[in-house]
């Protein structure tokens, strides 16, 4: 079975344009949405630039403030406190990584958590990892990296059963692999997670019922890592040898074994999105 996103996605996007038209009415003004916009990371220009105009089609307000190697740390921590106090400014997006030469604890720790659309600040990623189960993730203030709530609801979505299910994560960036791992043990999955420095990779991965990848290697994934019937998130947005747009797992191939896999694109990124613009209008619906 191919779990593609743009179902899900376009369901959890459908009413966002009048939920974003009813907080433009109360609030006097347009929901917006800024994001950071950091040029050297071409691939994280493009994505805000479709951030940016997917919040428009909606009905919000988009704005980017561009940054280089010569935005001095202090600046980049004025832009984001500025932003965080900011009446008109209900969501904001910051690249990540972050350029190296910016301290990125104090970034995140300015941040807004209430503007943090993407989850990323010290105070909402603290927050989620309080969480001991699924119904305190759903009641916390703020927001959980989208990417990592996108792979949740596609497995809802799909109705995939997690509750004791031996599920590896493969990467333990805090942009997703270790708030996913998180996530997935507060839906009672039994999580493993898997990186550069796992002794026998292979196996460990191939003893998994669901296998996620989130490392950002073309194809890295191959047959021989999963298990013949298991499920397979790929995460991953890259380029192969080619230049073609690719996820982590050698697709054509892992498919032929799997019970279920996600395609790239097609499969996590779109409901990545429509998780970000939801979330937008939650920060803006707070307001009323």
Known sequence: MILEGKTLAAAIRENLPARAQICKTKLGRPLKLTGIGWAADYASYVYLDKEIKAAEKTGITG?????TEQTSHEEMLNIIKKLSTDETVDAVIVPKPLPRHLNTLEIWEALNPLKDIDGSSVLNMGRLFMC?????????QGFAPATAMAVIKLLDFYKIKLSGVETGVLGRSATVGKPLAHMLSCKDATVKICHSKTPSLTSSLSQCDI???????AKFVTENMVKTGAMVIDVGTNQDENGVFCGDVDFENVKKITSAITPVPGGVGPVTLACLLENIIISGERKL
């Open 63 to 67: 704005e980017v403030i561009d940054i």
């Open 132 to 140: 001991k189960n699924w119904a305190e993730v759903e009641a916390m």
């Open 211 to 217: 296998v996620i990848s989130a490392i950002g290697k």
